[in-house]
């Protein structure tokens, strides 16, 4: 069996990653996308068991778009975003809120866009959240996104711990990279029953590392 992990880029202009690993959580494939039948092309080469894309995959109920012209509303309009958002806010993990005030509102639409897509192929997708997945993988002293290097270098030296055969992989791997790779472990854990669920059934859900996996393993 396998798993595919997505990290989203705004605009088919950037790099989007890819990455596929098998069930004992080793390296299958790792690229880079730009247009998104690249990624509907992808998955139905590999067909994996279940696809984690690291961006909102829904809107907030009440919402057709995130257009300020556009008369639809949020179902609670006092509410800054979507239930997993708040949830997460809750936590003290800093996340986008998905309304129409958003500063990532090309994205959402992309990723709404591939959900529709990919469900319509018959594939299973989970929503993640790769900030959230690595605070909870490997504590609060996760160096911060703006510091590039640092961050990197982070990140290659724990994620051996997550995925197998990354040998070869390691000196090539980027920011996005890494985070497909670790979007796809959560896949992984999701299957297995080791995620938390953020969020409702109507506005979407965020699987997270389970809490208390990652306390026994701290």
Do not use: W
Not at 158 to 165: A, F, I, K, M, S
């Amino acid at each position: 069996m396998l798993y595919m992990g997505v990290d989203l880029k705004t605009s088919t202009r950037q790099r989007s990653s890819m990455a596929v690993i098998d069930s004992d959580s080793r390296i299958v494939h790792a690229s880079f996308f730009s247009d998104d039948t690249e990624l509907l092309e992808s998955a139905s080469t590999f067909k994996p068991r279940l696809i984690a894309i690291g961006s909102p995959l829904t809107l907030p109920t009440g919402l057709c778009c995130l257009e300020a012209n556009c008369d639809c509303r949020m179902d609670a309009p006092e509410k800054k975003g979507r239930q997993a958002e708040l949830e997460l806010a809750r936590m003290g993990i800093s996340c986008f809120f998905t309304n129409k005030k958003s500063i990532v509102t090309k994205l959402v639409y992309r990723a709404v866009s591939l959900n529709e897509g990919l469900s319509k192929r018959g594939h299973n997708l989970i929503e993640v959240y790769p900030h959230a997945s690595k605070l909870l993988l490997f504590g609060d002293n996760l160096p911060s996104k703006r510091n590039v290097k640092e961050s990197l270098i982070f990140l290659r030296d724990r994620l051996p711990g997550l995925v197998g055969g990354l040998e070869d992989h390691l000196v090539n791997l980027d920011a996005s990279s890494c985070d497909s790779l670790i979007n796809a472990h959560i896949a992984l854990l999701h299957d297995r029953g080791e995620t938390d669920m953020v969020g409702s059934d109507s506005e979407g859900l965020i699987a997270l590392p389970s809490l208390l996996r990652t306390q026994a393993e701290g």
